[in-house]
């Protein structure tokens, strides 16, 4: 029997294992209809609990058990206890050869965790508890052990066979079946194991390790995507010399494997030499992949790479820990991505998603530390704290430490525990002994949840020509936690003069100082000024915090022309077109007409006419803040006012300043061959953010732009951009939309990855992505509901990226989601609760909103024998 009522694990109650696997040898049976699993243990009593010898106790979930053996003795069933979850054997000896034959079905294994097939081919995944559903195992990652693996299948359906490491024998049996054995040499938990059996193509190439070692890399697709691989392999050779580079870590095996599967719940996995990606995270050419995508599979192949090390020389001790490896890997591949593109535009980008979506996960139901302290399902915590403030918190201790020390606390950190399962507390002490800085107080950082706020009050003297800056800090209640300590928060700052000059803030004439900010309430003193200045604070956002400063209209204008801080410089134009918006939103609200602040329209022509501006700020600064931004800023969220006023805003710019939107968007026409070099992603973002504004346009001729753009268009990025301008803008007719959506699906019908965008565009389109339409998206042939891109596209676009349609109505959007959670909750679990984020705001929006939200979370709370995922969610949220 399952529990009737999942509960809660927590960090407190940790304890090592009473025995460890030394070695861990593994036979798959690959047949049509199910596998037969062979796991041959090593097993040896954790001598640190005494020399007793208690009973093992494994877990498994859906396993059919075959047999028991303990070194050569097959048990009997009265000699062993099979709970619904569980294997327990007796021992009687401190180091034993446990043998379990198990039988699996992959074919019927939707969940995509664990061992299962997608199109037609074996595949894993194992993170966090997957293991689990293919043998009965200690599968925890404090268990370290070493894997051999022998993988057989039948030749002709499955002519490749991978595993982790190196492979080390192969062979052939009558009736047309072979065999491959894998061998890792190095020690790791079972959510690092993999396999995959396919009929596959591969790219290979050779990448030469700073001590000189060849290693090969080789990058699996099924045969039709074997031409989009050649990004992945540049992506991957940069990541190897970057992190020998700026980290000094070099690979450690002979082969280095992707694979590419269409069915995959997340972006990509780590497995020990054997990466396993969602096709859309790997694969790219000019004709089917936009510039992000581009960039997206540059970010996740390093990431992953970068794992080798931060995860799996030294790996998690435990679930809670889940921020030491992705934090960090997250940092690395953030600051990768930084030297291979534009900084600045990365830092932006990065801001704009903790400020949208990280904070508003910091003030909703689920908000948690980076290192939680507890949890019921370990799936519903790889979030946007502990990646992506995890992240910043590894950023903020190289702000503070500085660069030098980081990287000898990171050598530090990678050197003492390599081969190791270890905790963020190791890695925080890494750092504070190799840079002799205190980082007591520093620590709070991975206990308390919920954003931060710094209020920020100054005041000038003229007659002792000192000016100071006072501030306060404080953090809002989050669940379980009612009041917080004072955090560390290192505050950069620069003081901007009349002409918008730094003024030199020590005697070095350093411009930037950054504040250690480690009180509730503090006043620093700078001396000697002669007028007062304007503050540009947490400059490059220093830190994952809320500023409060009382900028008038005129600061922020000026911020937005003077501030030598790029990431200072977009976010004053941030701050003051949310102004801007929310008055029109409070106008809306009271059926007045307020008028749009010309302030705003003069600073957006400032930005249009600066030619020194680098084309990629430009484009940022020309981007309104977006509706799940608005909405985050908000007090109580009216999402139609907010999609109304924004659009106004947006059609009174392109209105404003269309002279010169239509000249930039000409000088920026298109020459030559595709490449997704940084200057020409900045290009062609420019030019396609003018066609968006042209778009907005009532007027025939502006409109027929995007048309012919999409008709000429040489590449996906220009292509999607044209066709999105077409399905968006409220004065083309419905026959040119068709016409393009179905000359769009001519063309890519067959190409899974570029289909997920055909279905995300028109569910996230305001005017086209009605309930209506994407419910009759849903039957289209090119849908598949067993695909969570798919799944992710239509209804993840339609919920979480189409604010206008999914809260109009009463309540339909969200009964239809509500329907889809049930549904899918039995299929997929983890695809279902990732679904469920945009009702978990409930509480913050209009009332007549907020109650058929919360009607629709009751609905899936009565739903018997919910998933562990579904039930902590609900439950949380309600
Ligand atoms: N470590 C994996 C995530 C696994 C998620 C499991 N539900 C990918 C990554 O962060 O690199
Ligand atoms: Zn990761």
């Known amino acids: 029997m399952k529990d009737a009522q999942p509960r809660a694990i927590y960090l407190k109650d940790y304890q090592a294992p009473d025995y460890w696997i030394d070695t861990t040898d593994l036979t798959f049976d690959l047949f049509e209809d199910h596998a037969l699993v062979t796991s041959v243990l090593g097993v040896r009593r954790n001598e640190d609990h005494g020399e007793d010898t208690p009973e093992l106790t494994l877990v498994g979930i859906d396993l059919e058990l075959v047999s028991v053996c303990v070194d050569d003795t097959e048990l009997t069933p009265a000699q062993y206890i099979q709970g619904s979850e569980s294997l327990t054997v007796p021992v009687a000896s401190q180091a034993f050869s446990l043998t379990v034959v198990t039988r699996i079905r992959p074919q019927e294994n939707t969940s995509l965790e664990g061992l299962y097939k997608s199109n037609g081919m074996f595949c894993t995944q194992c993170e966090a508890e997957g293991f689990r559903k293919i043998t009965y195992y200690l599968d925890r990652p404090d268990v370290m052990s070493k894997f051999t693996t022998k993988v057989i299948a039948d030749k002709g359906r499955y002519p490749v066979l991978l ?168 940092f690395r591949d953030a600051e990768f991505s930084a030297d291979m593109n534009s900084r600045g535009v990365k830092r932006i980008e990065d801001a704009t998603v903790m400020k949208t979506a990280q904070f508003a996960e910091d003030a909703g139901p689920m908000a948690h530390p980076i290192r939680p302290q507890s949890f019921i399902e370990i799936s519903n915590f790889y979030t946007l704290t502990v990646y992506e403030k995890g992240c910043e918190v590894v950023r903020m201790i190289q702000t503070i430490v500085g660069k030098d020390n980081f990287r000898k606390g990171s050598d530090l950190y990678f050197d003492r525990h390599d081969g190791e399962a270890a905790t963020c507390e190791d890695f925080v002490k890494a750092m504070e002994d190799a840079s002799g800085v205190d980082l007591s107080q520093f620590r709070n950082w991975y206990n308390q949840a919920g954003t931060p706020v710094i209020t920020v009050t100054d005041h000038f003297n003229p007659s002792s020509r000192q000016y100071s800056l006072t501030i306060g800090q404080s953090c809002p209640a989050t669940p379980g936690q009612d009041s917080k300590l ?12 009349q002409k918008g000059q730094a003024l030199p803030l020590n005697e070095v004439g350093e411009t930037e100082q950054v504040l250690q900010v480690t009180a509730a309430n503090e006043t620093w003193t700078f001396d000697g000024l002669t007028e007062k200045p304007l503050p540009s604070i947490l400059r490059n956002f220093s830190a994952p915090v809320r500023v409060n400063y009382d900028y008038r209209r005129e600061d922020l204008v000026f911020l937005m022309k003077y501030d030598s801080d790029g990431y200072n410089r977009w976010d004053a134009g941030q701050r003051l077109a949310t102004e801007v918006i929310q008055d029109l939103v409070k106008g809306l609200l009271k059926g007045e007409e307020a008028e749009i602040d010309s302030k705003l329209i003069e600073a957006f022509g400032v930005v249009l006419a600066d030619e020194q501006l680098d084309k990629a700020v430009k484009t940022e600064m020309l981007r309104l803040p977006t509706e799940a931004s608005l909405a985050e800023q908000a007090e109580e969220i009216h999402p139609l006012q907010i999609c109304e006023a924004r659009s106004r805003v947006r059609k009174a710019i392109a209105v404003a300043h269309k002279n010169q939107i239509q000249a930039l968007y000409q000088t920026l026409e298109q020459k030559g061959d595709y490449s997704p070099e940084a200057t020409e992603i900045a290009e062609r973002t420019l030019r396609n953010t003018c066609l968006g504004y042209l778009s907005e346009l009532e007027d025939d001729s502006q409109q027929q732009l995007a048309v012919d753009q999409y008709r000429s268009a040489g590449n996906m990025t220009d292509l999607r951009a044209a066709m999105s301008a077409v399905i968006n803008s409220s004065y083309q007719s419905q026959e040119t939309i068709d016409a393009l959506l179905n000359d769009f699906l001519d063309r890519y019908k067959n190409d899974s990855v570029v289909m997920d965008s055909w ?102 709370k009565a739903v018997p024998d919910l998933s562990t995922d579904i039930y902590e969610v609900v439950t949380k949220s309600l």
């Open 486 to 497: 004072p955090f560390h928060i290192p505050v950069a700052i620069a003081l901007l003069d």
């Open 163 to 330: 595993s982790n490491g190196n492979d080390i024998a192969r062979g052939e049996f009558d009736g047309g079946r072979h065999w491959v054995t894998w061998e890792d040499p190095f020690k790791k938990p079972s959510y690092l194991f993999a396999l995959v059996g396919g009929d596959l193509e591969v790219v290979e190439d050779t990448f030469t390790t700073m001590s000189g070692k060849e290693v090969a890399l080789r990058i699996f697709t099924e045969s039709h995507n074997i031409d989009k691989c050649d990004h992945a392999m540049v992506s991957l050779k940069k990541s190897m010399k970057w992190d020998e580079e700026v980290y000094g870590r070099e690979y450690d095996l002979d082969i280095f494997m992707i694979v590419a599967v269409d069915h995959f719940n997340m972006g990509a996995m780590e497995n020990k030499g054997l990466n396993i990606f969602n096709s859309s995270c790997v694969l790219a050419s000019p004709d089917t992949a936009t510039d992000a995508s581009y960039q997206r599979v540059e970010a996740i192949v390093a990431h992953e790479y970068f794992h080798n090390w931060s995860g799996n020389r030294v790996t998690c001790r435990d679930w809670f820990q889940l921020s030491l490896k992705e934090g960090f890997t997250v």
């Open 759 to 860: 279905f995300m565009m028109q569910s996230a389109s305001p005017s086209l992505g009605t309930l209506e339409h994407v419910k009759s998206l849903l039957e289209h042939a090119s849908f598949d509901s067993t695909s969570p891109n798919k799944l992710r596209a239509l209804l993840g676009g339609f919920a979480s990226g189409n604010m206008k349609q999914f809260h109009s109505g009463s309540g339909e959007g969200y009964e239809f989601l509500a329907d889809w959670i049930i549904t899918l909750d039995k299929q997929n679990p983890q695809t279902a609760s990732r679904l469920m984020t945009p009702l978990t705001r409930w509480k913050k929006y209009e009332p007549v909103c907020r109650e058929h939200m919360r009607k629709a979370l009751e609905r899936i």
